[in-house]
């Protein structure tokens, strides 16, 4: 049972999905608002949205409907994410490991893939937050949205519904894990380029050659050498 339902304001649509899971087969069921006021990132980062300006959304996937690993399932859901905006704008929009998307050399997107039981079922929480009408982003220089990166305004809620749908469509056929990995080292943000990484107190410059199947993204850095490193490890600087 696939459905989306609207909500004018929540806390976080990753915590408040488990109020429309309301039968043992929902599955691939959305929720969304245009004012969330408590949105969640990767590793206790908040997600700070303008109101009426950005789409906060939260699609539940039933575990049992996902074969592949954790790793792959969160690259491909960026990849769905960075297929969608890339048809949508005629743009290159790259994948910033693990899973932020970049559009113009902004972050326009984040997402959150939480697990979590619900009703005695087991599913994938997938929380997308999309920055779409905002214009001013304060202090976060490396932020965008669709408007500043394209010059386009779009319809909030038709965006929402045609995403959802794109979305559903792609998680329903998840190729298989070489051609995962393939696309989304295709779309790595930086990848070959020299750039500068900060860690453990520490800057240095160098080259993102491909993420890995473990979840891991390899650097080739300039005084260290040919390197591995999980999320938070390393921070790319851009």
Request: proline letters at 1%; hydrophobic letters at 35%.
């Amino acid at each position: 049972m696939s459905e989306l339902f609207y909500c004018t304001e929540c806390s976080s649509t990753n915590d408040e999905i488990a109020q429309v899971l309301l039968y043992p087969e929902s599955n691939f069921v959305g929720l969304y608002t245009f004012n969330q006021t408590k949105g969640k990132g990767q590793y206790g980062n908040t997600w700070n949205s303008a109101i009426g300006q950005n789409l906060a959304y939260t699609l539940a996937v039933k575990t049992e409907s996902v074969t592949h690993s954790d790793f792959m399932f969160n690259y491909y859901t960026a990849i769905a994410v960075q297929s969608y905006l890339a048809n949508l704008t005629e743009k290159i929009v790259k994948i910033k490991w693990p899973n932020d998307i970049i559009l113009k050399n902004k972050k326009i997107v984040g997402i959150l893939i939480e697990k979590k039981k619900i009703n005695n079922k087991n599913y994938f929480i997938i929380g997308i937050g999309i920055n779409i009408l905002q214009e001013k982003f304060d202090e976060i220089t490396n932020a965008g949205s669709l408007l500043t990166q394209t010059g386009n305004r779009y319809e909030l809620k038709k965006f929402t519904e045609d995403f959802h749908d794109y979305l559903i469509e792609k998680l329903k056929n998840i190729p298989k894990d070489g051609n995962i990995l393939d696309k989304f080292n295709s779309n790595l943000f930086k990848k070959d380029e020299i750039s500068v990484f900060e860690m453990q107190n520490s800057r240095q410059n160098g080259i993102i050659k491909n993420a890995d199947e473990n979840g891991r993204i390899w650097i080739d850095l300039e005084e260290s050498g040919l390197q591995s490193f999980y999320h938070k490890e390393i921070k790319l600087l851009y």
